[in-house]
């Protein structure tokens, strides 16, 4: 037993090794990639204030982006692992649940009442706040129908809800401006943030990513049932917390950082179960490292893609996910019948 344990525990290390190369060098190319291709050492140059029309480039455009994507993708990757860990569905993500359209919801409203105007912080925080109550309704129905399609029949309501009312929203914006820029942010991108994104988002995100690292022990105990968690000193109410605390913070920073960029939280965990197995617990870590592969990943094929004008991420992530999750619905009802 101890033997397969130092097995696992030396294959997770290899691959948390593996992802964390692959994300650097993503993030590298992200800094020496765009419509203007850098040398390193202008990338170092604009970086630290050697040439003014470098640093425009290197600090005030691509930094933000990539570490936007760093913190994003890691927030979204991670959010899907514990989600479908929490609710013991394979098909749970941030997206597909509605936690994104939520949090999508709240950040419009932000812009429809002119709060984002008043203070920076209104963004975020309505955000959350669509986010934290997405994600407890969605807890509270999979305690009366846990099976996987009550839940994503559960997940389309509550996602549908928040689109309607969002669409509602977008219906009554009150000048044509307004309305551009909920719908341009509702798209999902990290085009034109900046280094105040940044730090606005990263406090929620990685406050939001601790929580969910934190929960590995307990996922891995749920497998068993609840019974048996509870009989290992499990207290589920503290789990659940958790998860819903680190989700609504994570990915309500994301999509108030970034816009709706879905998908990534269902893809990422599936593509680490062949070398992972389906104990919760590994999957935190290299979820939220493949998540932010993922999304670095997509941004650089939107910036270099040949087309008149830069397509928008979210657009992208659907484009690529929604195929992912139609074919995991299909083998899921396969294995069933």
Same mark, same amino acid.
């Given at each position: 037993m101890s033997h397969i344990a130092t097995q696992d525990r030396d294959q997770d290390r290899r691959i948390i090794t593996g992802l964390a190369a692959l994300t650097l060098l993503l993030a590298l190319?992200?800094?020496?990639?765009?419509?203007?291709?850098?040398? &390193? *050492?202008?990338?170092?140059?604009?970086?630290?204030?050697?040439?003014?029309?470098? !640093?425009?480039?290197?600090?005030?455009?691509?930094?933000?982006?990539?570490?936007?994507?760093?913190?994003v993708g890691a927030a979204l990757g991670l959010s899907g692992a514990a989600l479908q860990g929490l609710l013991r569905n394979p098909l749970a993500e941030p997206g597909i649940l509605g936690v994104s359209a939520s949090a999508g919801l709240g950040a419009v409203l932000a812009l429809y009442f002119g709060l984002a105007q008043i203070s920076a912080w209104a963004l975020p925080l309505c955000a959350l706040s669509g986010a934290l109550l997405a994600t407890l309704s969605l807890a509270l129905l999979a305690t009366?129908? &846990?099976? &996987?399609?009550?839940?994503?029949?559960?997940?389309?309501?509550?996602?549908?809800?928040?689109?309607?009312?969002?669409?509602?929203?977008?219906?009554? !914006? /009150?000048? /044509?401006? !307004?309305?551009?820029?909920?719908?341009? *942010?509702?798209?999902?991108?990290l085009r034109d943030r900046g280094l105040e994104d940044v730090t606005l988002a990263a406090p929620f995100i990685i406050s939001g990513v601790l929580l969910l690292l934190s929960t590995g022990r307990g996922l891995d105990a749920l497998t068993l049932g609840e019974e048996a968690a509870q009989s290992l000193g499990i207290g589920l109410n503290g789990l659940r917390a958790r998860v819903i605390g680190g989700t609504a913070l994570a990915v309500g920073a994301a999509t108030a950082a970034t816009g709706a960029i879905g998908f990534i939280g269902l893809i990422a965990p599936h593509l680490l179960r062949p070398w992972l197995g389906y104990q919760p617990g590994r999957l935190l870590l290299p979820s939220a490292l493949t998540g932010a592969v993922l999304l670095l990943a997509a941004d650089l094929l939107v910036r270099l893609l040949p087309t008149r004008q830069e397509l928008m991420l979210g657009v992208v992530t659907a484009l690529l996910g929604a195929p992912f999750f139609l074919h995991l619905l299909l083998r899921g009802r396969r294995s069933l019948s």
């Open positions: 190319a992200g800094l020496l990639l765009g419509s203007l291709p850098l040398s &390193p *050492w202008q990338v170092l140059s604009g970086l630290f204030g050697g040439d003014e029309r470098l !640093a425009v480039i290197v600090f005030d455009i691509r930094l933000p982006r990539v570490l936007l994507g760093l913190l009366r129908d &846990p099976s &996987p399609l009550g839940l994503i029949l559960a997940g389309v309501a509550v996602s549908s809800l928040a689109v309607a009312l969002t669409s509602l929203a977008l219906n009554l !914006a /009150p000048n /044509p401006l !307004a309305l551009s820029e909920m719908v341009l *942010w509702l798209l999902g991108s």
